[in-house]
């Protein structure tokens, strides 16, 4: 491999998956190194005046300031536009910096947005609270209904926005109509794929025009470091996000980019075990606790669907029981392997309350209206042997009356 083989997309888009998540986007220095750069800079040196006028005006290629655009920064974004089948890809500082950026950018006083109810709760304070306070509206609805996507059109939407499998409920989004329906009404589709990333789904193939990323999660996989990414359109990138960013400066640090770029090269191997493992754990759960949320079981109201979108079930899933937050708190206290964190993607096994953690801000009653219960746990299955989880969910199941 030649020191900028890695960017030449006439070659790397011929390339397989797992070809790509290890060498697309590297690029070589003068040094030849195989493990990539990390370029620690905040800023650049120029031969002479001419070349910085012509790099600010956008005249010839390079580096100018790395809130613009870094060497390590861009060959992780090359990277996840090369994997999730996207002309390009903007790396965000977090997966909420992403959320941000992929909808104010495009979106002005008077517009209007439809939103799935069930999301992570920020990304519904983002919808609720900050959108309306620029004069911006949202409808929210219940995503798995495609009639609800239809009805809540208006003159002026203009974005739809939703995730899927939706954090924590596990609502599955039946994205080749919705983005077909954005598309008959000149909407702009909007894909938190954060749950699955990539390798076990492309929402691209589906019709997305934009898909955003937590790549804290299942990307870096193993608790390390905060990022996000925004995938679109050339088009979109440069002339709708690329202004935001420039000047508001929701950036990815190099040192972060780099961690998350060498997650990438395990991503697949990752995604998958976790998804067989977590399949195993939620059979073993499926029958011991009242309801369970997981698109790999046919129990899953939306197994089919869920199937026919994603490669693997992800590691994520819910469970809910019947003694509400009690319940759920004695359950988590019993852990001896399992941890107790509001984390997700991660090589590790953890699990949370999400009403009392990562919903906790969006009240009672907006957790009731999203299907956020007392009683719901949800687990992220790592790459522990799963025997020995469910040992530990087996004893700590016990203690809870289970």
């Keep these: 491999m030649k020191k900028t083989t890695g960017l030449d997309r006439s070659l790397t888009s011929k390339w397989r998956p797992a070809t790509q998540a290890i060498r697309g986007g590297t690029w070589r220095s003068e040094h030849g190194e195989t493990s990539e750069a990390l370029f620690l800079s905040s800023g650049f040196t120029y031969d002479d005046a001419e070349t910085v006028a012509a790099r600010f005006a956008g005249e010839a290629e390079g580096m100018t300031y790395s809130r613009l655009q870094n060497p390590t920064v861009q060959m992780l974004e090359e990277r996840i536009a090369l994997m999730e ?3 390009a890809c903007r790396a965000q500082a977090t997966g909420m910096a992403a959320m941000t950026t992929a909808l104010l950018c495009q979106l002005e006083q008077g517009d209007h947005v ?7 709760g920020s990304c519904r304070w983002l919808t609720d609270n900050l959108l309306p306070k620029w ?3 949202t409808t929210t609805i219940d995503s798995r209904d495609n009639d609800a996507w239809k009805a809540a059109i208006q003159p002026n939407t203009k974005v739809f926005f939703f995730e899927t499998p939706a954090n924590p409920t596990m609502d ?7 983005c077909g329906l954005a598309k008959e009404h000149g909407i702009t589709t909007v894909v938190d794929n954060a749950f699955a990333t990539s390798v076990l789904q492309r929402p691209m193939d589906y019709g997305a025009d934009v898909v955003a990323y937590s790549a804290t999660k299942l990307m870096d996989g193993q608790g390390r470091v905060l990022a996000g990414a925004v995938c679109g359109t050339q088009k979109w990138i440069d002339e709708v996000l690329l202004p935001f960013q420039r000047n508001t400066g929701p950036n990815l640090s190099p040192f ?11 991503l697949e191997l990752r995604a998958m075990r976790q998804s067989e493992n977590a399949l ?13 949320l997981h698109p790999g ?13 994603m490669k693997a079930c992800g590691p994520i899933f819910s469970f809910i029981l019947d003694g509400g937050r009690k319940q759920a708190h004695q359950l988590l206290n019993a852990l001896q392997l399992i941890d107790i964190s509001n984390n997700i993607g991660d090589a590790r096994s953890l699990m949370c309350h999400p009403a009392s953690s990562t919903h906790h801000g969006m009240g ?14 949800r687990i992220n299955v790592g790459l522990e042997d799963p025997q020995d989880l469910i040992d530990d969910l087996d004893q700590a199941l016990k203690v809870a009356g289970l």
């Design 172 to 178: 599955i989004v039946d994205m080749a109509y919705v």
């Design 256 to 266: 972060n980019a780099w961690v998350v770029h060498k997650g990438l090269e395990t």
């Design 135 to 137: 004069g911006i509206t």
């Design 114 to 120: 439809v939103a799935a109810r069930a999301a992570f």
């Design 280 to 292: 195993k754990v939620g059979k073993f759960m499926e029958g011991r606790v009242p309801t369970i």
């Design 297 to 309: 079981l046919a129990s899953h109201p939306q197994h089919n669907l869920a199937m026919s979108q």
């Design 364 to 377: 009672p009653e907006g957790r009731e209206a999203m299907g956020v219960g007392e009683g719901m746990l």
């Design 85 to 87: 089948g996207a002309e």
